[in-house]
């Protein structure tokens, strides 16, 4: 080695040097930043956030949810799409026209199973459900000419409806929205480790207090109207993604030894009776895998996988009673690896 370069190479040790202990630095500081935790309720069930952070964000975490709450809330009175739905005016926020616009191209996408228009024949057949008085076929078809997606649009920052007593509902695809806004905020504050949870919709970065990936359940599709049950089916490993399930197995009814479920077929007005049991959909953004895993529900195992072969970015993990009627798993390829089995 000539003298030139070993004099190079000595003038480079030294930041070589503080670039080690730099690095060492940082990594200790991460390991020393404390996990957070904030929970509590909102869209009528359970949120949990955890993150890494020296700064307590409970405050701002819950002003983000209150943001979406009154923007998505058909509950709030004071929300915008509660104006939208009693037709009083109403500026339309960003969140609102966001989720609007997001649920027309998944409404496209799936040929009408997710539809935010849906919520009249949903309670129609609830209520029947509960008082025993099943919707006629007369009613169903009264109700469909207020529902369906093409006869709503935005239009110069209104929503323009084919008949003023159709009702817009987002309750399936807020709570993943709500997860969204919550994971914006916390990267914002330069947050790199999180999981967000909203009613078993989670979005999630980074590792966790273990440094590992977050470990997420599955529920096992038990017959369970009380949510008595915590069995798991699978834990998933996963990072950098959002997940959300849908299920028929906590919302069901009994009439004339037949079971019915609560996922209303839009393009049909009637409960949907297929072998699926629980459809769990990851994807970049929460509020889509949350709008997926409703639309697994209704379109059923076939047309489910159809769909994701269309659409790499999406994978899903579909639990359905196969034809002697036991619990089936079909997972997407690029699953795998991030599944694990339940042992306990």
Known sequence: MDEKRKKKLWWQLPFLALLVVGTVLIIRQQQEMPYQTDEGMVFGTFYKVAYQSDTDLAKDIRAELQRVDNSLSPFN?????????????????????????????????????FDITVAPLVNAWGFGFKNGDMPTAHQVDSLRLLTGYEKVS????????????????C????????????????????????????????????????????????SKPVDDPQSASSEIQSVLNITDRAMATS???????????????????????????????????????????????????????EQARRLLERHPELMAYLIYADDSGQNAVWCSPALEESVESNKH
């Open 171 to 218: 309750s399936a695809i807020a709570k993943g929205y709500g997860c969204d806004a919550v994971a914006r905020m916390l990267e914002r504050h330069g947050v790199g480790n999180y999981m967000i949870e909203i009613g078993g919709e989670v979005v999630t970065k980074g590792v966790s207090q273990k440094r590992v990936p977050w470990k997420i359940g599955i």
């Open 247 to 301: 299920g028929n197995y906590r919302n069901f009814y009994y009439k004339d030894g037949k079971k019915y479920a609560h996922t209303i077929d839009p393009r049909t007005g009637y409960p949907v009776q297929h072998s699926i049991l629980s459809a769990t959909v990851l994807a970049d953004n929460c509020a889509t895998a949350d709008a997926y895993a409703t639309s697994f529900m209704v379109m059923g195992l």
């Open 77 to 113: 009175e004071q929300s915008v799409i509660t104006a939208v739905n009693q037709n009083r005016p109403v500026m339309l926020d960003s969140m609102f026209t966001d989720v609007f616009t997001l649920a027309m191209t998944i409404s496209r996408e799936t040929d009408g199973a």
């Open 154 to 169: 935005l239009n110069d920052g209104k929503v323009v409806k084919a008949d003023p007593r159709m009702m817009l509902d």
